[in-house]
T-cell receptor
Framework: GESVGLHLPTLSVQEGDNSIINCAYS??????FIWYKQESGKGPQFIID?????DKRQGQRVTVLLNKTVKHLSLQIAATQPGDSAVYFC??????????FGTGTSLTVIP | DGGITQSPKYLFRKEGQNVTLSCEQN?????MYWYRQDPGQGLRLIYY???????QKGDIAEGYSVSREKKESFPLTVTSAQKNPTAFYLC?????????????FGPGTRLTVL
């Protein structure tokens, strides 16, 4: 899984399977988290966010899980599609103004 | 259309020259940010501004300067003092006000020092 300071991990999944991307965040005081998707040569796009008073939040085909006990965040993508191929970043914040980003996980969807 | 724009998309600079990257937003956001992204690494904060005429250094501010004279604009100057300026630069904004808001990113500027 992803963590601040590690080299970019990769994940390959078959089209139609579910994907799980993990992130270990560093600051126990962080209380707001965001997942971003970044395609090659483009800026990051917001996927989903979660506050620390929640354990789970669902969007369209995506679910974010937060485990504050072990400082772990995950992004689940249901029925992964080729268009989901990208680098996924988690970001943490404890002020709401400054964010700290992980190195990212590269997801490749195999048709 | 509302959004955040960066120009140019690609920029080439000779060593020893200063260069300014543009960032404009029409989202009426109060906060704006500049990040640097290197291959295989996460985004690192250079500078941020929470309000007009005020800005703070991020984690890697050395060799960079910014201004925030207008709410819509947050230009970044990469000076000759920046030792390794070749990178992908991303601008972001968030709002309204300050606090727990997602950051919207521009398309980025890729700077190459020749």
């Amino acid at each position: 899984g992803e963590s601040v300071g590690l080299h970019l991990p990769t994940l390959s999944v078959q089209e139609g399977d579910n994907s799980i991307i993990n992130c270990a965040y560093s600051n126990s005081a962080s209380d707001y988290f965001i997942w971003y998707k970044q395609e090659s040569g483009k800026g990051p796009q917001f996927i989903i966010d979660i506050r620390s008073n929640m354990d789970k939040r669902q969007g369209q085909r995506v679910t974010v899980l937060l485990n504050k006990t072990v400082k772990h965040l995950s992004l689940q993508i249901a029925a992964t599609q080729p268009g989901d191929s990208a680098v996924y970043f988690c970001a943490e914040s404890y002020t709401g103004n400054q964010f700290y980003f992980g190195t990212g996980t590269s997801l490749t969807v195999i048709p | 259309d509302g959004g955040i724009t960066q120009s140019p998309k690609y920029l080439f600079r000779k060593e020893g020259q200063n260069v300014t990257l543009s960032c404009e937003q029409n989202l009426n956001h109060d906060a704006m940010y500049w990040y640097r992204q290197d291959p295989g690494q996460g985004l690192r904060l250079i500078y941020y501004s929470q309000i007009v005429n005020d800005f703070q250094k991020g984690d890697i501010a050395e060799g960079y300067s910014v201004s925030r004279e207008k709410k819509e604009s947050f230009p970044l100057t990469v000076t000759s003092a920046q030792k390794n300026p070749t990178a992908f630069y991303l601008c972001a904004s968030s709002g309204p006000g300050q606090g727990y808001n997602e950051q919207f990113f521009g398309p980025g500027t890729r700077l190459t020092v020749l």
